[in-house]
T-cell receptor, first 113, second 110 residues
Framework: DSGVTQTPKHLITATGQRVTLRCSPR?????VYWYQQSLDQGLQFLIQ???????AKGNILERFSAQQFPDLHSELNLSSLELGDSALYFC????????????FGSGTQLSVL | EDQVTQSPEALRLQEGESSSLNCSYT??????LFWYRQDPGKGPEFLFT???AGEEKEKERLKATLTKKESFLHITAPKPEDSATYLC???????????FGAGTRLFVKA
């Protein structure tokens, strides 16, 4: 158990809908990272937050947004969903903000029908 | 553009048959190279961090090495429980991104 909690584990929704994925980092970790994993794209970095502030941005679509709250949990919001957004979404956390050793949650499997 | 390439895509070994996985990288500035293990349906699990050419790290049957252009993950006398996808990642300077390779799927048969 990595100590990173992601909910829900599975999400099935329809095209055009909006969903929210939630992540609680390990106790003491200040950084949260979001990754998308699909069969053809591998693990793609979306965005990082450090102590409530956006730290780095990767290949995140404009339809997606994220935030980190004062209690350090994070949410990833996906809107106007398309079939191609179906993937496994991982949250990871680390103590600092330098992208060092990451601890991953077990992921949220999103299926857009 | 920063890039991480892993080979082979898949590797099938007999139990006890040693081999190596390759990770080659092209980055603007390396701030660390990481190896992770991922089991089906689970998140990646950290294995090693390497920072400079010539550095080596070992853990049980696994040994990671680093040169200026690539890293190897050597698996000695693998067991079926070593079957997993092994991911290589690099942390690049000038930003705070960790970029992952596509991974090598390892199958070890008893």
């Amino acid at each position: 158990d990595s100590g990173v909690t992601q909910t829900p584990k599975h999400l099935i929704t329809a095209t055009g809908q909006r969903v929210t994925l939630r992540c609680s980092p390990r106790s003491g970790d200040l950084s949260v990272y979001w990754y998308q994993q699909s069969l053809d794209q591998g693990l793609q970095f979306l965005i990082q937050y450090y102590n409530g502030e956006e730290r780095a941005k990767g290949n995140i679509l404009e339809r997606f947004s994220a935030q980190q709250f004062p209690d350090l949990h994070s949410e990833l919001n996906l809107s106007s969903l398309e079939l191609g957004d179906s993937a496994l979404y991982f949250c990871a956390s680390s103590v600092g903000g330098e992208g060092e050793k990451l601890f991953f949650g077990s992921g949220t499997q999103l299926s857009v029908l | 553009e920063d890039q991480v390439t892993q080979s082979p895509e898949a590797l099938r070994l007999q139990e006890g048959e040693s081999s190596s996985l390759n990770c080659s990288y092209t980055v603007s500035g390396l701030r660390g190279l990481f190896w992770y293990r991922q089991d089906p349906g689970k998140g990646p699990e950290f294995l090693f961090t390497l920072y400079s050419a010539g550095e080596e790290k070992e853990k049980e049957r696994l040994k990671a090495t680093l040169t200026k252009k690539e890293s190897f993950l050597h698996i000695t006398a693998p067991k079926p429980e070593d079957s997993a996808t092994y991911l290589c990642a690099v942390r690049v300077s000038g930003g705070f991104k960790t970029i992952f390779g596509a991974g090598t799927r390892l199958f070890v048969k008893a």
